[in-house]
């Protein structure tokens, strides 16, 4: 059992930096590759990065590559998002999501989901 807590979302002018913490329960986390997705209204969930359990290698979708950034601290139970740099288009929903596999990109392969934190980018 994995409880996901996000927080760290608001509302920015473009070009603001936020970042997103996600909290995790459990003493097993370190053995779970962690990811973020976000979902814009009228959109599917989109997949933004993802941070593996084994290795701590990141992969990020094009489309925030070299602005956000993904880490954690497993000391800490804790998966971050740095976003800088931050666009209109940058708006959405963001969830956290955890999976015990090594490497994941896609939705279906999470099987924990935090609630999401509403990110908000004026133009």
């Known amino acids: 059992q994995v409880q996901l807590v996000e927080s760290g979302g608001g509302l920015v002018q473009a070009g603001a930096s936020l970042r997103l913490s996600c909290a995790a329960s459990?003493?097993?986390?370190?053995?779970?590759?962690m990811g973020w997705f976000r979902q814009a209204p009228g959109k599917e969930r989109e997949f933004v990065a993802t941070?593996?359990?084994?290795?701590?290698?990141?992969y990020y979708a094009d489309s925030v590559k070299g602005r956000f950034t993904i880490s954690r601290d497993n000391a800490k139970n804790t998966v971050y998002l740095q976003m800088n740099s931050l666009k209109p288009e940058d708006t959405a929903v963001y969830y956290c999501?955890?999976?015990?596999?090594?490497?994941?990109?896609?939705?279906?392969?999470?099987?924990?989901w935090g609630q999401g934190t509403q990110v908000t980018v004026s133009s």
């Open positions: 999501a955890a999976t015990p596999r090594h490497w994941a990109i896609n939705s279906y392969e999470y099987d924990y």
């Open positions: 941070i593996g359990w084994s290795s701590g290698s990141t």
């Open positions: 459990g003493r097993t986390f370190s053995r779970y590759s």
